[in-house]
């Protein structure tokens, strides 16, 4: 070797010594411990709120409504509503052309009148027939008439009560099709059942209606003082929900405003999209300012359980629940003043997917030793020395 190149090589050690005494002078002899636990990330124990809460997605859709159809075939002559109009019970909302209808009306109203003038003529003929078999009977007895003559009036007599009887009941048959024409009639003026607002319609005026195979729908009335949300939750989740518990919910155009509202009901059908089993969750919310329409993208969640002010580690401080010992006792590792690191166990109450409740265990202002690899959040510190550029 070169008395040039053994200079440089000296150089080069002279320059590495330099720089390990500089670290040891900042930062003192560097430990495994110190290469280990100082990078670890930590969090303080703090106070705040933990909020366990089941998140879906949901619809909005008035809790009492009514499509309203036809009964009769016919032109639909006039419409008296539009879409957001709104009607009382007993208001006209639509007319059907009703010539035929009428026309039926009118000619059973004439059947009937008919039916009990022949009523009147049989019952004028049965009373002198009674007359006549009276007097025929009265003769009989004195010798003045034959039996045969008495008979006969006799039988005139009874087939007369039967012709009586057999127009009462085809008078009794033509008032049922009179008040069934009637009330066809009555059918072409659509009224409203209910009070509430139009909020569709999908029949216009001049349109055909067809009845005899079902009914055409013409106008949904929906009563918008109080709607249902349907929430569609998992599975997974569905079991982990029960009716009478607390839901915040709020819509897509209105993320601010918070609604509060209560479990009614889970439906125990459930609906396959995607090969994903989904279950309908219920519940409903006053609308007095009519702020939530029909068919709103509602972002529910369903409250488990609410911790206010307490005091409180991430989830990722918490190592995972021993075999057969009590869920609600953890470990963590603490962090002491002087760097070093102890294992203790804890209490904890209500979680969610970023934070737990200690109960028991740490004090506030604490840090505990985090278990995962991620970005440090608020109240994380990362316990790392400065590194030295090595070149």
Partial sequence: MTRRALTRTGSAV???????????????????QDRGERAAPTATVARGDVLDQIAALGSL????????????????????????DQVSAGDLLAEIDARTT???VRTGEAELQRLRALLTQHEANRDLLTLQVQRQQRMFAANATSRDALETVQAQLREREALIAQTHAQIAAQESRLTADRAILSFTRIVAPMDGTVVSLTATEGQMLNANMNAPI??????????????QVSEADQPRLSPGMPIRFSTLGSPERVYQATLRQIYPTPEIVNNVVL?????????RDGALLPQMTAQVFFVRA?????????????DPPRRGADPSVRRVRVLGPD???????????????????????????ERVVLN????????????????????
């Fill in 102 to 104: 009428q026309a039926n």
């Fill in 61 to 84: 859709q008035p809790r009492r409504y009514v499509d309203v159809g036809a009964q009769v075939s016919g032109q639909l002559q006039r419409l008296h509503v539009a879409i957001g």
């Fill in 372 to 391: 995962e690899r991620a970005a440090p959040g608020p109240q994380q510190q990362t316990q790392r020395p400065p590194r030295v550029p090595m070149r």
């Fill in 218 to 231: 013409l106008m949904r009335i929906a009563d918008l003082s109080s709607m249902t949300v349907t929430a």
């Fill in 306 to 318: 609410h911790a206010r002010g307490v005091l409180t580690v991430p989830a990722s401080a918490l």
């Fill in 14 to 32: 002279l320059a590495l010594v330099a720089l390990a005494a500089m670290v040891v002078a900042l930062h003192g002899p560097v430990t495994s």
């Fill in 279 to 287: 279950y309908q969750a219920l519940f409903d919310i006053p609308n």
């Fill in 339 to 365: 760097g070093t690191i102890e294992p203790r166990e804890v209490t904890i109450g209500v979680t969610d997917r970023v934070s737990a409740e200690v109960r028991a265990g740490l004090a506030e202002g």
